[in-house]
């Protein structure tokens, strides 16, 4: 099994930053890529950011020049940085990570529990 936890949600003033980490453990042979998607009360979720293996990157335009994702491979570790926090970016966290358990094995998707991000004054 695969399990991710995530942390560094909290309450936030807008133009304020937070950092979220997410790491993965359990049966892991390789991770493809890893991400964070978040949804807010009475919408859809929606891709934030996502990096795969070789630290190729795709933003959500809404979030673009203000959040950067990054990864530690050695520590099975994605982080998001979010900067400018705007009252829009309120919303719960989940971040995802596309593992293989075996060699030659497609990759699952696995998720994370969320962590809640609320940007007021």
């Known amino acids: 099994q695969v399990q991710l936890v995530e942390s560094g949600g909290g309450l936030v003033q807008p133009g304020g930053s937070l950092r979220l980490s997410c790491v993965a453990s359990?049966?892991?042979?390789?991770?493809?890529?890893m991400g964070w998607y978040r949804q807010a009360p009475g919408k859809q979720r929606e891709l934030v950011a996502a990096?795969?293996?070789?630290?190729?990157?795709n933003y959500a335009d809404s979030v673009k020049g203000r959040f950067t994702i990054s990864r530690d491979n050695a520590k099975k570790t994605v982080y998001l940085e979010m900067n400018s926090l705007k009252p829009e970016d309120t919303a719960v966290y989940h971040c995802?990570?596309?593992?293989?358990?075996?060699?030659?094995?497609?990759?699952?998707?696995?998720w994370g529990q969320g962590t809640q991000v609320t940007v007021s004054s």
């Open positions: 995802y990570a596309d593992v293989s358990i075996k060699a030659f094995q497609r990759s699952s998707s696995y």
């Open positions: 359990g049966s892991i042979f390789r991770i493809k890529a």
């Open positions: 990096i795969i293996s070789d630290g190729g990157t």
